[in-house]
């Protein structure tokens, strides 16, 4: 079976049936409006196909003729665009062929040598994870001797990144399992307990430290990328009855360990992380149970035979490889 020219076929004679003839003159109009039915909205999606707003508002009055229908009507609040019921059934259609065509054009789609690829990708990776893995990755990267091949971090949207990995926005999220949409493909990396960070030469000592030192006699750091002071570790302590004193949030483990050096503040966070810290800071069990942080790679179906992105997911395992 040809599994580009089906979704092409069922489109193209969805429109014959509709009496739309595809036309190639009409192909850069399907794009744009993919772009427009996912943003339901004319700026933004201009953003996205790098047109200005008047050159894609006319684009979409030529859809609108050759669809017949209005595609998008304005919301019942009157807050912003929303598609017809013709729009979204055409949409259903559109997305696979696009996905299919986008495919079959691209060049390295069935090939990729690191050594010699102009790529770049794009990987959104949640706090911890960058932390853990994207030094690594990017000397892997460097280490083909390939200064054209590039790669983008991101922080990930998790309202949005489903899509952005659908539309090739971003190539693979690497984030805590629980975080990720369930309609995405999920590669388990690595799960690891959580430990407390501490300077060397604490008062309290190097002992593990049970539920009510840990609530009641230490003040704590928490990374929170929205400066909040309550996070996931505060909810399990909630359910066993425990509060702790947070005193500090930052937004990224990246600095955690100079605040530490310099202070009798204790952070909790993953082994695998704290093991990587400065060596003026330690690591000391705990007493009480937290969930084990489960860390996961995860990438959109439609990339499942990208050979480029097949080689960066590998890349990607191979870090932790024997660390599950």
């Not at 990246?254 to 204790?266: C, E, G, T």
Request: glycine letters at 4%; charged letters at 20%.
């Amino acid at each position: 079976m040809n599994t580009v020219a089906e979704p092409l076929d069922l489109f193209t004679a969805g429109l014959q049936r509709a009496a739309l003839p595809l036309r190639g003159a009409d192909l850069p109009l399907l794009v744009s409006l993919d772009v427009l039915l996912e943003e339901c909205n004319v700026t933004r999606a201009a953003t996205r196909l790098h047109v200005s707003q008047p050159a894609l508002s006319a684009q979409l009055s030529r859809l609108r003729v050759l669809f017949d229908d209005p595609l998008l009507v304005p919301s019942e609040n009157s807050r912003g665009l929303v598609p017809s019921q013709f729009a979204l059934d055409l949409h259903r259609r559109l997305k696979p062929a696009l996905a299919a065509l986008s495919s079959a054009i691209r060049p390295d789609a069935d090939s990729f040598r690191p050594s010699d690829s102009t790529r770049t990708f794009t990987v959104a990776a949640a706090n911890a994870a960058a932390a853990m893995v994207m030094p690594a990755l990017i000397a892997r990267l460097r280490a083909t001797g390939n200064r054209a091949l590039k790669l983008i971090t991101a922080e990930p949207d998790y309202l949005r990144v489903a899509g952005q990995l659908e539309r090739g926005e971003v190539d693979v999220c690497i984030s805590p399992a629980c975080l990720l949409p369930s309609n995405l493909r999920v590669h388990p990396l690595l799960s690891t307990e959580h430990v407390l960070v501490q300077r060397r030469g604490h008062p309290r000592g190097t002992a593990a430290v049970g539920l009510t030192e840990y609530c009641q006699q230490l003040d704590h750091v928490t990374i929170s990328r929205d400066g909040q002071l309550h996070g996931y570790i505060d909810e399990q302590l909630y359910r066993q009855g425990g509060s702790r004193q947070v005193a500090v949030a930052v937004r990224d483990f990246s600095y955690v360990a100079q605040v530490l050096m310099f202070s009798d503040l204790v952070c909790t966070m993953p082994a695998q992380l704290a093991r990587s810290l400065h060596a003026a800071v330690e690591c000391v069990p705990l007493l009480f149970p937290l969930s084990a942080y489960s860390l996961c790679l995860a990438w959109h179906a439609r990339s499942d035979d990208d050979a480029g992105l097949q080689w960066l997911r590998q890349e990607v395992q191979a870090l932790f490889a024997g660390a599950r």
